[in-house]
């Protein structure tokens, strides 16, 4: 059975940063692209950034790049999410989801899906 | 990366057919033919409902379904049922390994 399970949220002040990790287990880890998804309180789902197998392809939604930086290590099944310069906008539930293919690409979508870890960022 | 266009709210009584509607732009729903859309029932995770436009995972009723034209993905369910009450959300690849998410549907079952 898929399991994946988030950790490292919590309340942070803006500016600050945060370290998200996501713990895989159930299937073959560097098999598979990796992502994070996250939500707003009472707002929809918006894709932060996914990770090939081999970290050789990595993407970034508008709204993070170049404060967040998404990471994996294979030998610990292991997917992270470095959040820097936090603001209070990227208050959200994070996700991690695992893929369906190596390096993600239009075929991709996601398979399955943690309970998600809390990041609230205020003062 | 601005998100797919969804109608913020959907309704239907038990046994009758809906469609949510996905208008994304020729960079991404209208250049890659396999969006992908998603159920979130409140306070769950996002559970997958159809794969590549029109496919449907192991466990997932036939009464979903998926289809796409132009610009625009669908999604329909037929003989609505009180259980399928939730939030749908489509997704499109963007290019340049990104992706992006529609602003999300609530289904009323009346």
Redesign the interface.
């Given at each position: 059975e898929v399991q994946l399970v988030e950790s490292g949220g919590g309340l942070v002040q803006p500016g600050r940063s945060l370290r998200l990790s996501c713990a895989a287990s159930g299937f073959t880890f560097d098999d598979y692209a990796m992502?994070w998804?996250r939500q707003a309180p009472g707002k929809?789902?918006?894709?932060v950034s996914?990770i090939?197998w081999n970290s050789g392809?990595?993407?970034?939604?508008?709204?993070v790049k170049g404060r967040f930086t998404i990471s994996r290590d294979n030998a610990k099944n292991s997917l992270y999410l470095q959040m820097n310069s936090l603001r209070a906008e990227d208050t959200a539930l994070y996700?991690c989801a695992k893929g369906?293919l190596l390096?993600?690409?239009?075929?991709?979508?996601?398979?399955h899906?943690?309970?998600?870890t809390l990041v609230t960022v205020s003062s | 990366q601005s998100a797919l266009t969804q109608p913020a709210s959907v309704s239907g009584s038990p046994g009758q057919s809906i469609t949510i509607s996905c208008t994304g732009t020729s960079s991404d729903v209208g250049s890659y033919n396999l969006v992908s859309w998603y159920q979130q029932h409140p306070g769950k995770a996002p559970k997958l409902m159809i794969y590549e436009g029109s496919k449907r995972p192991s466990g997932v009723s036939n009464r979903f379904s998926g289809s796409k034209s132009g610009n625009t993905a669908s999604l329909t369910i037929s003989g609505l049922q009180a259980e399928d009450e939730a939030d749908y959300y489509c997704c499109s690849y963007a290019g340049s390994s990104t992706f992006v998410f529609g602003g999300g549907t609530k289904l009323t079952v009346l």
């Open positions: 992502h998804v929809g789902l918006e894709w996914g090939s392809s990595i993407g970034y939604a508008d709204s996700y369906t390096v993600p690409n239009h075929a991709e979508y996601f398979q899906w943690g309970q998600g | -």
